[in-house]
């Protein structure tokens, strides 16, 4: 079974910065697509990342520039680093596992960003 942890969320100003981690267990990390995601209540779930298994990466065009995801196999670990926060970013931060058979979720972790 597969647990990611996500970890780093709090509040912080217009244009502060944060970074998410998305702690993994077990080996099945460094063998899969991983990615950030992001639901405002109400909302549906939408892309912020991607990272694949030899570092291509993908983003959605609203926080292109801005945010920048990694990911370190050695520590099973994949991170998120947010600069130029905006209010818009405001909501909660969930990373996922793409698996051949399954997708598995984080607890998610909140963001908040005041003007």
């Known amino acids: 079974q597969v647990q990611l942890v996500e970890s780093g969320g709090g509040l912080v100003q217009a244009g502060g910065s944060l970074r998410l981690s998305c702690a993994a267990s077990?080996?099945?990390?460094?063998?899969?697509?991983m990615g950030w995601y992001r639901q405002a209540p109400g909302k549906q779930r939408e892309l912020v990342a991607t990272?694949?298994?030899?570092?291509?990466?993908n983003y959605a065009d609203s926080v292109k520039g801005r945010f920048t995801v990694s990911r370190d196999n050695a520590k099973n670990t994949m991170y998120l680093q947010m600069n130029s926060l905006k209010p818009e970013d405001t909501t909660v931060y969930y990373c996922?596992?793409?698996?051949?058979?399954?997708?598995?979720w984080g607890q998610g972790t909140q963001v908040t960003v005041s003007s």
């Open positions: 996922n596992l793409v698996t051949a058979f399954t997708t598995y």
């Open positions: 077990g080996s099945i990390f460094r063998l899969n697509t």
């Open positions: 990272i694949t298994t030899d570092g291509k990466t």
